[in-house]
């Protein structure tokens, strides 16, 4: 049965609908706002038990939330993501002179200020050289696309880039990326089957462990199928085994 439901504006997109926690009590989240190619610029709405809105979220600094997700910490901080368009000279990867790359953003705000805790920023840290991609065109540049923030157990972060084929580790102080497991030049020796591309949902699946979305589509490399995908990770010996993997009965990609 229906228990809830908000219709929004026309012409707004909504993702990321999930069940989160805020100041020990259950909490509905969900992304409002405009679709662009791949990504969204727009605001987090944040409702209580009895779908009243509590909380609108918004990145600082000047920049809109990214629609891929939000993590709210037991810290009453918010963990989000942003786009920002940056002109660059894209010739030396077959892009134009006068180019727009995008800069992809992580920030930590403070609820109750709005205050920017943490800001970590992909050009400048993350080659453009290491993405999958290439520029197309007058169009914007998304070489790295990331699509998810996991606060680890060490309180450090990890994100995933989806167009990098690679999960990164944060040091939560300082920005510095502590390692990088798959796509190029990574710092894990991956085992049989281990293999990802253009993934998604990167979260910690207990100690030693993450799960990952690993969508090997658009285009299609790696495996013909999608599957979702628990790893083991070693980060003292550099080593990722599988630990289970699946697959959709059709096979789907």
Not at 17 to 26: A, C, E, I, M, T
Request: charge should be positive.
């Amino acid at each position: 049965d229906l228990v809830w439901f908000k219709p929004v504006r026309r012409g707004t997109a909504v993702t990321d609908l999930k069940v989160q926690r805020l100041d020990g009590k259950p909490v509905i989240t969900w992304w409002e706002g405009r679709f662009a190619v791949g990504w969204g610029y727009g605001a987090y709405k944040v409702f209580d038990t009895s779908y009243r809105q509590i909380a609108s979220i918004r990145p600082g600094n000047g920049l809109t939330a990214d629609l891929h997700d939000l993590q709210l910490t037991d810290r009453g901080t918010a963990l989000l993501l942003s786009y920002d368009r940056i002109k660059r000279d894209l010739r030396f990867v077959g892009g134009a002179r006068n180019g727009r790359l995008v800069d992809n953003v992580v920030q930590e705000i403070d609820l109750a200020t709005g205050l920017v805790l943490f800001e970590w920023h992909s050009v400048g840290q993350i080659r453009v050289t290491s993405s999958h991609s290439r520029p197309q065109g007058p169009r914007s540049w998304d070489y790295f696309h990331i699509n998810s923030v996991e606060e680890d157990t060490d309180g450090n972060l990890i994100v995933s880039a989806r167009d990098t084929c690679a999960l990164y580790k944060l040091d939560r102080e300082t920005g510095e990326v502590l390692w990088q497991l798959g796509g190029t030049g990574g710092d894990f020796r991956m085992g049989r089957d281990t293999r990802f591309c253009f993934q998604h949902d990167a979260r910690r699946a207990g100690r030693g462990r993450i799960s990952l979305f690993d969508n090997a589509a658009g285009p299609p490399v790696l495996r013909p199928r999608s599957r979702g995908l628990v790893l083991g990770v070693d980060e003292a010996a550099k080593r990722v085994r599988l630990v289970r993997q699946y697959r959709h009965p059709a096979g789907l990609l």
